[in-house]
């Protein structure tokens, strides 16, 4: 008997939909893809990156994980990267957060839940390297909403840091790395205004020559 019916007949009536509307549409969804941004953004289920910005499938290249990290150690993200740069040669990376990311609380709590503790690391040296700002502010939801921002602007940097960006830069190819945060309350984005685009706008010690 097979199990989880109902998602086969959402999937059955997602076909005849789109085929309904075009049927060369899998035909051309099967030869390529040819997405111009690669959305970084939280697992969360009420963040679904291609509909928050109004985009097909094809049209966004997608990594999520737990409070859309990525740690210069971490190689599932960096692969997405390099794929996404140098082979697809996508131009805008986006490095999107949410207000309400369980991800950041738990960084700011000193609750054991698990393996992501160690994940969620990298969110409380965020915390550690900001201390002062955020301890000054009284209201808790506003210290965890400046959290959330100031882990996506983390983000942004670390994906700047790498020899992946840098290396499209040094190429003249253009790229710009975005930050923003998702409301899930009102359903709107919100830009950071964090946005690089040029190796000289990375701290000195973070750049790597990389141009023959
Ligand atoms: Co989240």
Redesign the pocket.
């Known amino acids: 008997m097979q199990k989880l019916k109902n998602l086969f007949q959402n999937n059955k009536e997602w076909v005849a939909s789109k085929i309904h509307k075009d049927p060369q549409y899998f035909r051309r969804m099967a030869e390529a893809q040819d997405p111009l941004y690669l959305w970084i953004g939280?697992s969360?289920s009420r963040v679904p990156a291609n509909e928050i910005v109004g985009l097909e499938p094809g049209e966004l290249f997608v990594h999520r994980n737990v409070?859309n990290l990525c740690p210069h150690t971490d190689f599932n993200c960096l692969s997405v990267l390099e794929y996404a740069i140098d082979l697809l040669k996508i131009q805008h990376v986006i490095v999107c957060g949410?207000y309400g990311?369980?991800?950041v609380k738990a960084a700011m709590e000193d609750h054991r839940l698990g393996l992501v503790d160690n994940w969620l690391r990298n969110i409380r040296d965020v915390y550690a390297h900001s201390k002062e700002d955020l301890e000054k502010m009284s209201d808790p939801k506003e210290r965890y909403n400046r959290l959330v921002e100031l882990n996506v602007m983390q983000q942004v940097l670390n994906v700047c840091h790498t020899t992946i960006a840098q290396g499209a830069w040094a190429r003249g190819q253009p790229l710009w790395v975005h930050g923003w945060v998702y409301d899930l309350s009102s359903g709107t984005l919100k830009d950071l205004d964090c946005c690089i685009s040029s190796a000289d706008q990375v701290e000195a010690i973070y750049r790597i020559r990389l141009s023959k």
């Open positions: 939280c969360d409070a949410h990311c369980s991800g």
